[in-house]
């Protein structure tokens, strides 16, 4: 009887100790905790900057019209916006290009104060329109005023391909990140060691035009060109980097 009460007391010591054990993946040794205590980073982030100059546009462009009555305020509107398009079509701009952004038909009520004033009908008709040819530009938005356009909203550039820009900055940026990781593990009395991880942010900043309010249902400008100057364009990346401090 004792004998067998010494098996079982063993056996069950054996299924705690078996319990008791780290499985592979399940839980870190105290040596790797302690590497891993010991283990220390950099963490930098690099900046990257690329100028370029743009070889599209998009223009939001729209006729606006007012008239005590619907149907000759609409009729005005759509005449208008026709001769613009035709305008814009003059330059290359395709059909494919100029998208509808917003139309809109509201009643305006009588200021107060006013004798004799009715409520009028408001129609605003605006387009997005994607510029290929830069070169034309200021000629096109002149002639697309003269045709009626009287609501110019905004103005940005771009350019079509992006790659080669974004490659470029991006290899700026590495290069920012790791010159201060060499400064900064010096000054912290070692050297970068391995890439730990590096996330990266690309940023493209544009130039916009603003000239809301400009033409005049059409002869306002006269035979005078809007003056549009494309500029540059900025494309950054930033990237964080994590570094490896070697001792």
């Known amino acids: 009887m004792k004998t067998l009460l010494q098996v079982l007391t063993l056996c069950m010591i054996l299924v705690v ?3 008791c054990s780290i499985l592979p993946g399940q839980a870190s040794t105290p040596a790797q905790l302690a590497n891993n205590a010991d283990q220390r980073t950099i963490n930098v982030t690099g900046n990257g900057v690329v100028t370029t100059t743009p070889d599209l546009g998009y223009l939001n462009i729209g006729v606006h019209t007012e008239n005590v009555d619907s149907g000759n305020a609409v ?17 290359g701009v395709e059909d494919k290009d100029i998208q509808t952004s917003n139309f809109s038909i509201y009643l ?12 009028k009908i408001i129609v605003d008709n605006t387009v997005l329109v994607t510029v290929r040819n830069l ?5 096109m938005l002149g002639e697309a005023i003269r045709s009626g356009a009287n609501n110019v909203y905004g103005m940005t550039f771009d350019v079509t391909d992006k790659t080669t820009f974004r490659e470029q ?10 010159n201060q990781a060499v ?9 970068p060691g391995k890439v730990i991880s590096v996330t990266v942010v690309t940023n493209t900043n544009f130039n916009p035009y603003y000239g809301e309010g400009m033409g005049g249902g059409g002869g306002f400008l006269n035979n005078t060109n809007v003056p549009v100057s494309a500029g540059n364009i900025t ?7 994590i570094y490896e401090l070697i001792n």
């Open 169 to 178: 900055a991006r290899t700026l940026a590495m290069e920012d990140a790791a």
């Open 108 to 119: 305006q009520a009588p200021f107060s104060g006013i004798p004799d004033e009715k409520s």
């Open 235 to 241: 494309i950054s990346v930033d990237v964080n980097v």
């Open 183 to 191: 400064q900064l593990a010096a000054l912290a009395g070692g050297k």
């Open 135 to 139: 070169n034309d530009l200021s000629k």
């Open 75 to 91: 009729n005005e509107n759509n005449n208008l916006t026709r001769n613009v398009k035709n305008a814009l079509k003059e330059y």
């Open 17 to 19: 100790v078996s319990g």
